[in-house]
């Protein structure tokens, strides 16, 4: 596992081989994980892409952040909310270099320990819905007030810390999947989601790409992951990510290379050839286009060397 540099004023977050996050919740036993800050206690004033089977809200308190989805960017402003369903690749940052004040709100879906049934009709359709990746709860959208007020109260439990205020809290979700559920019924019909052969076919294919990532993969080979032709994959992609497969497998390695850069000491050629880019030059240069900084610029802005370890193993991160 992986950790960021971290100081008395810095937010670290900790992953796994697979970029799995390992949530660092308040009260051990009890997975709810509540903290408020600025982005700019994040390195570079962004966290580092990963998922988890948490379920994720943010509640914007000042300032504008940038939020990257499966491939989709989200604007959140002041007032906004985010949730992100479980198991979904995501990550926050500056939008222009501006800073932010937010909440970030984690919480396990074992809280919800009620009904059986009540589980099975409402709760596990609203995790394994793979059309509903987040929701994007505009500060001025009506329809969204009851989740900002849910996610309010939380935050306040949070802060008076009184007796048994996780109990609270977990009944709060309870009331948060509630909305949750009806929303994603209403929003699957608004936005005109793809049909669920091709959801379980896009799951297939990204689910691939992470875990092949630093092979030497084409598109031949995403495509064969989700059992489908070169022109389906490409166009499955493009509607529901606005990016190639390719450039897709290209953004994700990127990642994983910055959260190399921030975590690791090896030279830029290890950390290249560990993404899955058989050429440090070509990694440079799309790292340049992506950051607007080379790998190098990008460790010295952040403190770092550009040093080689040696007998590094040859894993995944």
């Known amino acids: 596992m992986e950790h960021t540099k971290t100081n008395e004023k810095t937010i670290s977050i900790c992953l796994m081989q697979d970029n799995s996050e390992i949530i660092p919740y308040d009260t051990v036993g009890i997975p709810i994980y509540i903290r408020s ?106 329809t969204t007030v009851p989740i900002r007020s849910d996610l309010d109260a939380i935050l306040s439990l949070k802060k008076e810390h009184l007796p048994a205020y996780e109990l609270q809290i977990a009944g709060l979700m309870c009331l948060l999947c509630g909305e949750l559920y009806r929303l994603s019924l209403s929003h699957n019909d608004i936005c005109g989601q793809e049909n669920h052969p091709d959801i379980t076919i896009r799951q297939n294919m990204v689910s691939f790409i992470y875990q092949h990532y630093a092979e030497k993969i084409g598109l031949s080979d995403i495509a064969q992951a989700g059992n489908v032709c070169r022109n389906k994959c490409c166009q499955i992609f493009s509607q529901s990510m606005h990016l190639s497969p390719i450039e897709f497998l290209n953004h994700y390695r990127l990642e994983v290379s910055r959260n190399l850069l921030d975590g690791k000491d090896w030279s830029i050629v290890q950390i290249a050839q560990s993404c899955g880019f058989n050429h440090s030059s070509y990694y440079s240069k799309l790292f340049y286009r992506t950051y607007h900084c080379t790998p190098t610029e990008y460790r010295k802005q952040n403190g770092l060397s550009d040093g080689a370890v040696k007998n590094i193993p040859n894993t995944k991160i």
């Open 37 to 142: 800050g600025w982005l700019s206690m994040y390195t570079n004033m962004r966290s580092r892409c990963h998922w988890h089977e948490d379920l994720e809200f943010i509640r914007i308190h000042s300032g504008n952040m940038c939020y990257w989805i499966n491939g989709k960017t989200i604007l959140l402003k002041e007032g906004d909310c985010l949730f992100v369903n479980t198991r979904q690749m995501h990550y926050g940052y500056s939008h222009q270099g501006e800073n932010c004040d937010f909440t970030c709100i984690i919480l396990h879906p074992s809280l919800l320990s009620m009904h059986q049934t009540l589980r099975n009709e409402f709760v596990n359709p609203l995790l394994q819905n793979t059309a509903f990746e987040y929701l994007h709860c505009h500060a001025d959208d009506e």
